[in-house]
């Protein structure tokens, strides 16, 4: 399964968002079963962009980063995944900025074995969690933009692993 994008896309800075968003697309609004079944169809490359882009796509604004890296740890048990993929593309910094997340959403929200409920609002109530958290979005921001140039490069590199031409 691989994107088909126009001759002229194959540079854009958008390369590694086009090469799975017709996938992403495709499973939109749709339950974990259709998604799953999708991502299972996708070589580890692509499942590294699957994860990656579901996550970042939902990272618009801080209390949206904020609930949704702990929607994935929590309830989607993906972070595993998405940390899997960026190593996968070799991006170590990444996976640190997300091993960082990932103890920020545990410290905040796991008491023993059990997790609380998490809130956008909690970002409102505590603002330590909210200085903690603005500073690894802005870390994040700056990661995610380089990996996304490093996984460009990497699909310019192996193209027919990841896309056709029309």
């Not at 990656?52 to 949206?64: D, G, I, Q, R, V």
């Not at 998490?118 to 690894?136: C, H, M, W």
């Not at 490093?150 to 990841?162: A, D, K, S, T, V």
């Amino acid at each position: 399964m691989k994107a088909r994008l126009r001759p002229e896309d194959i540079y854009s800075k958008q390369l590694s968002w086009l090469c799975i968003e017709p996938m992403l697309v495709s499973v939109r609004g749709r339950d974990m079963a259709a998604k799953t079944e999708i991502y299972r169809q996708l070589h580890e490359g692509q499942q590294a962009l699957f994860l990656f882009y579901s996550y970042h796509n939902h990272t618009k604004s801080l209390a949206e980063f904020y609930w949704f890296s702990a929607y994935n740890i929590i309830e989607l048990k993906s972070w595993n995944g998405i940390k899997n993929g960026m190593r996968f593309f070799h991006l170590d910094e990444m996976v640190n900025v997300l091993e960082q997340i990932e103890c920020l959403i545990t410290d905040h929200n796991r008491v023993d074995e059990t997790w609380r409920e998490v809130l956008a609002t909690d970002l409102e109530k505590d603002p330590i969690l909210l200085q903690r958290t603005e500073a690894l979005y802005a870390t994040y921001q700056t990661v995610a933009e380089e990996a996304i140039t490093h996984m460009n490069e990497m699909i310019l590199q192996n193209q027919e692993m990841y896309l056709e031409i029309d």
